[in-house]
Every structure is written in structure tokens, then in C-alpha cells.
């Protein structure tokens, strides 16, 4: 099967639906995105993004009209956490609309600084916000990695044509 990228005459944004097929078919890491306060507030990504590693910069996208918007954007801190093999569950619940996303079926503390930090996951790293912008129907959120660390060896999770997919661990863990 082959595709054709050419653009000619006037240039139109594609459907929305054909994007969305042709995106299904890249593979991509699922890592959920928790902020503290009162009520922990958390939900799920694909988008996370490694800009740079100096300053360490990562970014992530958040949906506009969601309830998670609002407490990103006043956040001084959130923490990223990548979801390892095993993990679909909580990717399901954070992925979600709605719900008790810090229910009994979650297992999950709060960290030093009043982070949800979910248990059983591959990595945590704490991000400040550093910049946002509105696109399209997202913001774009741009933080510096304050804090990073490994939290098991196990293979990661990954989401690939609407589904989730677990990867083996590396044989070599400690790299």
C-alpha cells in the first residue's frame, strides 16, 4: 500500500477522520498526566514530546474544553508518569471521560509535594509549566523536568491502532 503526500492547488485541512486512521497506524507511549490539589486531577497522554535536554524540556497536549485544562494551567507543578506493560486498566480509566479516576481501582499516593504518583508505572518525572499556547482544539503545555526517575524495569505500554500493546522489557534494564 502506498500513500501520497504531493500538495496541490489550494491547501484545506484534511478530515478529521481520515487524520485520525492515518495517526492510528503510529505507535505511541501512554503516559498519564496527574496534578495535586484537593482533588487529584489526572489523565491520559500520547503526545508526551522530549524537546530538549538542555534545559530538559518536555510537552504534552491537554483538551481545551476538558476539565483537566483549567487545573494544568494553574498548576505549578504536574507529574508525568509513563505506564509500563500491564497497565491498560489505568490507561482506560485515565483515558476516559469522566469518572472517579482516583477510585478504588486506582492505586496511587501522594508525593512530597501533593502529587498523585501512581504505582507501578515504568518513570515519574515532575514538570513545572513553563509555557502554554492554544491549539486548535488543545493547548500545547511546555514544562522544564525538575525531577526524574525510574521506577520499574518492565516493558512499556504502547498505543497503536486504537489498542494498547505491551512491549518487552530491554534485556538489559540497567541502561
Known sequence: MSGDCDVAGPVRPERADLVRSVLRRHAKGVAVVTVGGER???????????????PPLMSFTVGLRSASWTAVRDATWVM????????EEVARIFGGPGGARFGPRTSWYRDPLGLPALDGVLA???????????????????GLVVRAGR?????????????????????????
Open 40 to 54: 487529584p486531577v489526572g489523565f491520559c497522554v500520547t503526545s508526551l514530546v522530549s524537546l530538549s535536554l538542555d
Open 151 to 175: 521506577v520499574s524495569d518492565a516493558g512499556p505500554l504502547v498505543h497503536h491502532d486504537g489498542g494498547f500493546v505491551a512491549l518487552p522489557a530491554p534485556v538489559d534494564a540497567a541502561r
Open 80 to 87: 508525568v508518569q509513563l505506564l509500563a506493560e500491564g497497565q
Open 124 to 142: 515519574r518525572l515532575v514538570l513545572t509549566p513553563v509555557s502554554w499556547r492554544p491549539v486548535g482544539d488543545h493547548a500545547l503545555v511546555i
